[in-house]
């Protein structure tokens, strides 16, 4: 069998039409020239076949009048399933009957018109042309297919290199917020225990997009951690410090790129913060709604990597000295190409930006929101219409750690081990407060209930094990209110686990719930649960009453 | 078989005779039940309906190479579109005949 043969036994041909006798005329003129095919009567058949298995047809020949629905509308249910799939229109209609027919053949620019009399020479010369036009279509299609799940890897293996989310710990906190502007970023942050009471941060932006930006975020990332942990380095300055990426960039990635990158030690027991801008937007620190200006000389250096003689000194670190109430920004410059419109005309303006997270900073410190900062900025973001990412961004913020009176707050790991550590110390802290014990349980129980579902069913993909939940915990009268806040799956974590019917899930509950687990029990313990989404973090925040009343009111009824 | 579908019929599948018959066959067992459905719509005067198999049946004779037959059925089709019953049945009435040679 030579080549030409072999290809024509691969290409098969979806024929479809009433009339028997032309689905028998077609089959045998397609099946002499070497195609495969397969032919049925009705509509409803060829979408279920092109449903299944639509990458083993090469083209659809179709007849335009048919007993149950014309052959225009078929296409366009063809369209729906496959964009690419030739469609050739077989009929009897004659072009000069004037319905118009040929024009609406073709509007679509892989529709074909084939009179029923065409000779068999012609039409075979045809199917031939199409079939090999539509070989290239599909690989194509399968290449782009293939590059998007390994552009999906690539970006859960960089999502997965990123420190998580937040961290609180007794003296400080962070919070960090990283998207991407497609698939992958050429954004990166770092965030490291740096000595006693210390905390490095460094956020960095290689220059350019796609996978080369990409892969070197990952290289200087892993780089990263690796300097940042070893012995001595907590002596390290910023400076020091860029001058060692300086050296690896040189080294590696010198005919890549280059990186903007703000480095930062923030000292939460000292009240300062020495950093150093290469290239990179200055730090922006927040402190009583206001944003203060906190590098008036200019200090700083080149991008990291953009000359070959760059030597960062000491005399670029800026050392800012914060009191216990500010909270310090670094972010990149993507965000300033936050725009309204596909072509980033209307961008973000920088003022507006800022005033904008000032407030919910200090609205953020004041109700212990930090967790969610930059989720709510985005969305007041895109209620004002700026909803196109034309870069990479990154935010984060870190400051000294105030406890506020009558609230907790924690981050901790999502897994079993953290979380019930967790719970245990939230459940000290309900006791220090003077809470009767038989609530504590309670709000134990949720608090374990939720991290546990969202542990068990929260994310798609176990590459993402170092997310963490956030939590604050507050009286108010006699209801507690547990804010949980996570980068799960916006639905109730059960509907994962059980498909995504609405009965499943109640069955699914149900059952749970007879094993003193599941959202039936949670839903019962607690007056009001209010679920709130900005962006990819969900908020879910539980009211709990405190004296066993619901029960009480139970038992009374 | 009528000369002019087997000489078409023949070039079409280079003489293979298993192919031509089954296809005639088909073909002449459609022309046969076509035309009592023909009938049925003009009796009740189902002018869309007598057109809608008429274009069938024109299809059908051009897939068999019949030109006779397909020629009538267009010219069944204007008729029908001018509701012209007498045309109608005169044309039904020619296309019956050539039915019964096939």
């Not at chain 1, 072009?95 to 679509?108: A, M, W």
């Not at chain 1, 903007?260 to 009583?288: K, N």
């Amino acid at each position: 069998m030579n080549r030409i043969s072999e290809e024509r036994d691969r290409a098969k041909i979806l024929v479809v039409d009433d009339e028997k006798l032309v689905r028998l005329v077609m089959s045998a003129r397609l099946r002499q020239a070497g195609y495969g095919c397969v032919a049925v009567g009705d509509v409803e058949s060829a979408v279920a076949i092109l449903k299944k298995e639509r990458k083993d047809f090469s083209a659809v020949i179709t007849d335009i009048v048919m007993g149950n629905m014309d052959g225009f509308d078929f296409r366009d249910i063809i369209r729906g399933i496959d964009s690419s799939m030739p469609v050739f229109f077989l009929t009897a209609l004659d072009p000069e009957e004037g319905s118009g027919f040929l024009k609406r053949i073709l509007n679509d620019p892989i529709s074909y018109y084939m009179p029923k009399s065409v000779p068999n020479e012609v039409l075979i010369r045809r199917i031939k042309q199409v079939v090999a036009s539509r070989r290239v279509a599909m690989f194509i299609e399968q290449k782009l297919e293939d590059d998007q799940k390994s552009m999906q890897l690539a970006a859960n293996i960089q999502y997965s290199m990123l420190p998580v989310r937040s961290v609180m710990t007794p003296r400080g906190f962070y919070t960090s917020w990283w998207r991407p502007a497609e698939t992958v970023s050429g954004d990166l942050y770092e965030a490291v225990p740096f000595g006693f009471g210390c905390y490095l941060y460094v956020l960095g932006d290689i220059q350019g997009h796609g996978t080369s930006a990409a892969l070197a975020m990952t290289a200087v990332q892993s780089f990263l951690k690796t300097l940042t942990r070893r012995e001595g380095a907590p002596y390290m300055t910023p400076a020091e410090i860029a001058n060692v990426l300086q050296r690896f960039f040189r080294k590696n990635l010198a005919d890549v790129s280059y990186m903007t990158a703000l480095i930062c030690l923030h000292r939460a027991v000292e009240g300062t913060t020495s950093w150093i801008s290469c290239g990179a937007p200055d730090l922006v620190v927040i402190d009583g709604g206001k944003y203060i200006r906190v590098n008036p000389e200019k200090r700083g250096g080149m991008p990291i990597g953009m000359m070959p003689d760059t030597v960062y000194t000491e005399d670029d670190i800026v050392t800012t000295n914060m009191t216990d109430t500010a909270v310090c920004i670094a972010y990149t410059d993507g965000i300033l190409d936050l725009s309204r419109d596909p072509e980033g005309m209307e961008r973000l303006p920088q003022e507006q930006s800022m005033r904008a997270l000032a407030e919910l900073v200090d609205e953020a410190r004041e109700k212990g929101t930090l967790p969610a900062l930059f989720a709510k900025f985005m969305k007041v973001c895109e209620e004002n219409g700026y909803t196109y990412f034309q870069d990479d961004v990154t935010l984060l913020t870190f400051s000294k750690r105030l406890p506020i009176e009558g609230v907790y707050e924690d981050t901790f790991l999502l897994h079993p081990a953290e979380i019930d550590s967790a719970s245990q110390k939230m459940a000290d802290w309900c006791r220090s407060q003077g809470w009767p014990q038989s609530s504590i349980g309670i709000v134990q129980l949720v608090l374990e209930e939720k991290t546990m579902n969202i542990y068990d069913h929260g994310f798609d993909d176990r590459t993402r094990l170092h997310e963490v939940a956030s939590i604050r915990l507050t009286r108010i009268e006699d209801s507690a209110c547990l804010t949980v806040w996570d980068n799960g799956t916006p639905q109730p974590s059960l509907m994962v686990a059980t498909g995504d019917s609405e009965v499943a899930f109640e069955i699914a509950n149900s059952k749970m719930s007879n094993h003193g687990r599941g959202r039936l029990m949670v839903r019962e313990l607690c007056d009001m649960i209010e679920h709130n989404q900005y962006g990819t973090l969900n908020e879910a925040i539980y009211h709990i009453p405190l004296k066993g009343k619901k029960k009480e009111e139970a038992n009374n009824a | 078989m009528k000369e002019c579908c087997e000489k078409y019929l023949a070039e079409q599948f280079g003489g293979d005779e298993d192919i031509m018959r089954e296809i005639y066959g088909e073909y002449v067992q459609s022309v046969h039940e076509k035309i009592g459905e023909l009938k049925t719509a003009l009796d009740a005067s189902n002018w869309q309906s007598a057109d809608k198999i008429a274009h069938t049946v024109k299809g059908n004779a051009l897939a068999a190479g019949d030109a006779e037959v397909s020629n009538l059925a267009i010219e069944l089709r204007k008729a029908s579109a001018l509701n012209d019953i007498v045309q109608c049945r005169s044309l039904l009435a020619k296309i019956e005949e050539l039915a019964k040679g096939l």
